[in-house]
């Protein structure tokens, strides 16, 4: 899962969103560039709900990636 953050979204949108998923036990991995982060969530997602991250303060987009069996 990939969760797209907006352009210059607040530090503090973004910390609340790591804390979010780390006390879930998610691992991330944090992308930075010029205007956006990407944050990209580690584990099993099928148990996080898109809708209610994606109405987290500072979130564009969630992007699911699908799993290939």
């Excluded at 907006?6 to 991995?29: G, V």
């Excluded at 560039?33 to 979130?59: P, Q, S, W, Y």
């Amino acid at each position: 899962m990939l969760i797209i953050m907006k352009t210059h979204a607040a530090e503090t949108a973004l910390d609340s969103i790591k804390e979010y998923l780390i006390t879930r036990d998610f691992d991330i991995h944090q992308s930075t560039g010029a205007n956006r982060t990407i944050i990209g969530v580690i584990g099993d997602t099928g148990t996080l709900n898109d809708h209610e991250i994606e109405r987290m303060e500072g979130v564009s987009q969630v992007v699911r990636i699908r799993k290939d069996d």
